[in-house]
């Protein structure tokens, strides 16, 4: 069997487009109703896919007015997620920046133990403003000090999870032993952000840990992907710039002392599917007119740290002389990278632009037949620029549903995804190794 495709689905409110909970395919479910969570993950499971993702922010988005919000948590959702699956992996996001070591090591290490090894954690560094003053701090942390600390952060979290031999519970009424001391260590780490004795207060996991996922695109974010990330999450918005992301991204691993295998690069891609291209784009313009202006307004300026667009005419060409430098962004500065670049390109009006963040908040989007998004998924797969797909359906259940029911069985017949599952862990998903453990 060739090189096969990973597909991740991304679970975001009802939907990637951000009115996607007015159009007439939209559910009415509550975001508070885990049987909501459950079916998506049993669609999700149905269609072979690898994992779901769930993502996350430490602050009430802006934009509630007009936007469907307020879900669940992510680390608690995947517990309740866990026990009523049997092969789909489960990906929770966490921060580096307003969690403490112990307590996430913790809890990923009980949930991939609940699950049976099918773990993930999707690790930010947290960008969204408003997270600061909901954990006492009065800014937040610069772009480079939230690097920083995440790279201490991976250092503690690692040596807590291989604090325990796989070894240590001997688990031997007749002799009275049920742990081997000498087989668990404390780590003693003490740095610029953390002092941690140690050891963990849970055993080893299936995995060893769970599958390390992260979703920063910066330079900084590179650089971290490249020592630590088994899957990258990342916004591209064509074809171009995926492959120059995956080039570049690749040879920072293989710097770090890894194999290029070892990181697999999963772009977002948010499909508007119909029975044709001419019924997709309809389905497009539908969503995009049920779309509110000062919600598109409101999530243009969170990338950008706060800076203010409304002054601009929604339908005059925008030019990057519109934007402020995104290198200097101390929110999400990769996606301002994305969103300046674009307007470099193409040169769109304001109203546009909204209508595209609107989709998948500045990911790549595509309207089209099944035939369509299967070869376009196809051409990136092989042509350098992805190992699969974030895949962000526009309108959860339904085109998740058709993704399932018309896109896999295509790449399927092309030899290019799964037609059952093998091996029981998520790194068995991802053709990763359990990590050995240095100290036993």
């Known amino acids: 069997m060739g090189r096969q495709l990973h597909l991740n689905l991304f679970v975001?409110?009802?939907?990637?487009?951000?009115?996607?909970?007015r159009h007439r395919l939209g559910t009415r479910q509550k975001l508070t109703d885990p049987d909501y969570y459950l079916n998506l993950a049993n669609i999700a499971e149905k269609g072979l896919l690898d994992s779901l993702f769930l993502a996350d922010a430490l602050s009430l988005d802006t934009s509630i007015r007009h936007v469907a919000t307020g879900g669940l948590e992510p680390v608690t959702l995947v517990a309740a997620l866990a026990g009523a699956t049997e092969h789909l992996g489960l990906v929770a996001t966490a921060s580096t920046s307003y969690t403490e070591p112990f307590n996430l090591a913790r809890q990923f290490a009980s949930l991939d133990h609940i699950s049976r090894g099918r773990i993930g954690w999707n690790i930010v560094t947290s960008w969204t403003q408003g997270a600061e003053a909901n954990f006492g701090f009065e800014q937040q942390p610069p772009h480079a000090e939230r690097y920083a600390r995440a790279?201490?952060?991976?250092?503690?979290?690692?040596?807590?999870w291989n604090s325990w031999s796989d070894n240590a519970i001997v688990d031997d009424p007749a002799s009275g032993?049920?742990?081997?001391p000498s087989l668990i260590r404390a780590i003693d780490h003490q740095g610029a952000h953390f002092r941690v004795k140690g050891p963990l207060n849970v055993p080893r996991s299936p995995q060893g840990y769970p599958v390390l996922f992260q979703a920063g695109s910066s330079a900084g974010g590179q650089r971290f992907a490249a020592r630590y990330a088994e899957a990258v999450f990342t916004a591209q918005p064509d074809l171009a710039s995926a492959q120059a992301f995956y080039r570049s991204l690749k040879e920072q691993t293989v710097a770090a002392g890894r194999r290029k295998e070892d990181i697999?690069?999963?772009?977002?891609?948010?499909p508007i599917i119909a029975a044709s291209d001419r019924e997709a784009d309809a389905l497009w313009r539908e969503l995009n007119e049920l779309t509110a202006v000062e919600t598109g307004l409101a999530r243009l300026s969170n990338r950008f740290g706060g800076h203010d667009f409304s002054h601009l005419p929604l339908d005059r060409p925008l030019s990057v002389d519109d934007f402020p430098d995104p290198h200097g962004v101390q929110a999400a500065q990769s996606r301002a990278v994305v969103i300046t670049d674009l307007v470099r390109q193409q040169r769109p009006t304001l109203r546009e632009l909204l209508h595209r963040l609107a989709g998948a908040r500045g990911h790549f989007t595509l309207a089209g037949s099944p035939e369509r998004i299967a070869d376009t998924i196809q051409t990136w797969f092989e042509e350098g620029a992805a190992d699969g797909f974030n895949l962000m359906p526009p309108i959860l259940p339904a085109l998740l549903e058709t993704f399932v029911e018309e896109v896999v069985p295509l790449l399927q017949k092309r030899g290019l995804f799964r037609t059952h599952y093998e091996g029981t862990t998520l790194r068995d998903r991802y053709g990763l190794k359990r990590p050995s453990n240095p100290y036993f």
Request: net charge negative.
């Open 12 to 21: 975001h409110g009802r939907g990637h487009h951000e009115a996607s909970w």
């Open 151 to 160: 790279f201490e952060f991976l250092e503690v979290v690692t040596g807590l």
């Open 177 to 180: 032993l049920f742990l081997e």
């Open 264 to 270: 697999a690069i999963l772009p977002g891609i948010s």
